[in-house]
């Protein structure tokens, strides 16, 4: 089951945020969700080459900030931030006139961000690296960087094979059903030749790892105390013999 559930909506409220944060009534909330839609498109689509992680929607009465996480700033501000304005102008047009602020955030490890990481790989497959080559090196990039656990599964017509299939490589722990493991979830579609190919990464980050989901050694004790009484009472009666 736990390959079946998106892992950031799984945890939602214990360990992630919302992507969107608005509040509205049940008859503006259709426009909105549509238009963050909208939104997202349009910046992925505008900064293709500036590896956009993801895009925070946050609305006010009659405002928009727009929070772009990127591993390349400079791409994304552009020359004397002329991408920016260009940028504001357009989202503040989609959006019917409403005041557009743009935060630009900073990935300083990209390799330990799942969607990155994806897109990654889809792009070695794009430019016809072989699949499990690219899997291997980006799994063992990542757990140069510190990852606790790292799992890539793509799936399509894998090197230009007749039939599709899926295939995955996984390296240390990835607990999908653990609550307190905050597991980073991306997911990329590579659009090579002979089909489209997608890219699902699920990444375990070194500095989101709590107290508790590392199990210390003197939890494991209280098996042993049981087996250590077991074993007291199956000697007794030897000794009373």
Same mark, same amino acid.
């Given at each position: 089951m736990g390959q079946k559930v998106n892992p950031i909506g799984y945890r939602l409220a214990?360990?992630?945020?919302?992507r969107s944060r608005w509040y509205?009534?049940?008859?503006?909330f259709p426009t909105f969700l549509h238009g963050d839609i909208q939104i997202r498109s349009y910046v992925k689509d505008k900064l293709r080459q500036a590896a956009v992680a993801r895009v925070g929607i946050e609305r006010a009465w009659n405002s928009i900030r727009v929070t772009i996480f990127t591993a390349r700033p400079g791409v994304v501000i552009g020359r004397k931030g002329s991408e920016i304005e260009r940028m504001t102008?357009?989202?503040?047009?989609?959006?019917?006139?409403?005041? %557009? @602020?743009?935060?630009?955030?900073?990935?300083?490890?990209?390799?330990?961000? !799942?969607?990155l990481v994806a897109e990654n790989v889809a792009l070695q497959l794009e430019r016809r690296i072989s699949f499990r080559r690219a899997m291997k090196k980006t799994i063992q990039s990542s757990m140069d960087f510190g990852a606790i656990g790292v799992k890539i599964r793509c799936a399509g017509r894998l090197g230009g094979a007749e039939i599709s299939r899926a295939e995955s490589f996984r390296e240390g722990?990835?607990?999908?059903?653990?609550?307190r493991a905050p597991i980073d979830y991306g997911f990329f579609e590579a659009h090579t030749v002979y089909g489209i190919i997608g %890219? @699902?990464?699920?990444?375990?980050?070194?500095a989101e790892v709590?107290?508790? !989901?590392?199990?210390?050694?003197?939890?494991?004790?209280?098996?042993g105390d049981r087996g250590d009484r077991g074993e007291r009472h199956s000697h007794a009666p030897q000794a009373a013999h």
């Open positions: 214990v360990s992630r945020d919302w509205a009534s049940p008859q503006d102008e357009d989202i503040g047009r989609m959006s019917g006139g409403k005041s %557009v @602020k743009i935060d630009i955030q900073e990935i300083k490890t990209p390799e330990l961000d !799942a969607q722990k990835i607990p999908l059903h653990t609550l %890219v @699902k990464v699920w990444l375990w980050k070194p709590p107290q508790a !989901a590392r199990p210390e050694r003197g939890e494991r004790g209280e098996r």
